[in-house]
């Protein structure tokens, strides 16, 4: 169906200024967007919107001469909606691919997509209008919920539970064993890994990203939070919700993590770290076993420091060679000068 600037402002809720008749069929950038195209411009860019050739453009304040523009609080958020409603995913057609491997006691949901090649094992349930593409395993008992897309070579181990609207890249990994050993006088034996993970509605896993099961108890990933590619959950961490974790981050074994949390890029953590609702990690962080992070807090370095020490810290270090120079030259003045001089 046809979408209007008009159509648009309506779903938004946003303030519509120009034409209401404007055809919009996709989305671009404010600098590449030609006719049909809708795009964003924050705050600092609103000087370029009437350089844009886009056909609509979301905007936080103001009216632009010619152009159709809609007012909204939030322009890229706004954004983000509306492409998904512009252009929503290509999902495949449901049904079960003859290549497909399914148990005859499987719960297999109206709608729902099965790929080649895929394996479903016994008491598995699916809900409706999930998708599961070629490759992926499901083991024995894990269960799924409704909307879910599930892409290629996902594996899912045995009892793992996975919630509504989650979206897992290809080639993760849910449920694997935790790294759990004990020491003993013949070297190291394998702790029990028995427990389960359970993830929450609005989830989205990056590629290749893995979460390990519960030794004992379980691995819990709250609802809305999102992890990028190639990142670890150890076992029995507990993530809350709405938290972001970024790429190449690794999470020891019984962390917790609050709501909210913002952790960047190449983030190290200790077991049994304790990081509180709000607080922010910054790249490349490492931090040590059994620290605990505030609320709000935001922290940085290795090892994790609050990042107004590590200022302090990084503008004396900057010093450093001024600070050595001026000693070198006091030294020789005192050589010179002897003892009493």
Not at 65 to 75: A, F, M
Not at 255 to 276: E, M
């Amino acid at each position: 169906m046809k979408k209007t600037a008009k159509d648009l402002a309506e779903f938004l809720g946003g303030r519509l200024h120009g034409s209401g008749s404007e055809s919009v069929e996709s989305v671009a950038d404010l600098e590449n967007a030609g006719p049909g195209d809708l795009c964003y411009a924050e705050a600092q860019f609103l000087d370029r919107v009437l350089a844009s050739r886009a056909s609509c453009v979301l905007v936080s304040e103001g009216r632009f001469p010619d152009r159709t523009t809609i007012e909204v609080p939030n322009p890229k958020a706004a954004f983000a909606r509306a492409a998904a409603w512009i252009s929503p995913p290509r999902r495949p057609r449901p049904g079960v691919d003859p290549t497909a491997i399914v148990a005859s006691d499987a719960e297999i949901g109206a709608d729902v997509f099965v790929g080649a090649h895929v394996v479903v094992e016994s008491e598995v349930v699916v809900g409706a209008s999930t998708v599961i593409h070629p490759g992926c395993h499901l083991g024995a008992g894990c269960r799924i919920g409704k909307g879910t897309t599930v892409y290629p070579n996902v594996v899912i181990y045995p009892g793992a539970e996975v919630g509504d609207r989650v979206v897992l890249h290809a080639g993760v990994v849910i449920g694997s064993d935790g790294f759990g050993y004990v020491r003993d006088e013949d070297g190291y034996v394998k702790f029990p890994q028995v427990g389960r993970v359970e993830i929450g509605d609005d989830v989205e896993i990056g590629a290749n990203s893995t979460v390990d099961r519960g030794a004992l108890g379980a691995t819990v990933i709250g609802s809305g939070t999102k992890i990028d590619n190639l990142c670890h959950v150890g076992h029995n961490v507990r993530i809350g919700s709405r938290t972001v974790i970024a790429a190449q981050t690794g999470i020891s074994g019984s962390v917790t993590i609050g709501d909210d949390v913002v952790i960047a890029g190449q983030v190290g953590i200790a077991d049994h770290v304790r990081i509180d609702t709000g607080a922010v990690v910054g790249a490349q962080c490492g931090i040590p076993s059994g620290k605990r992070i505030r609320a709000g807090e935001v922290f940085w370095g290795t090892p994790a420091r609050p990042l107004k020490d590590v200022k302090v810290q990084q503008a004396y270090l900057s010093r450093l060679p001024r600070m050595a120079e001026r000693l070198a030259n006091l030294e020789k003045k005192v050589e010179e000068t002897g003892p009493g001089g």
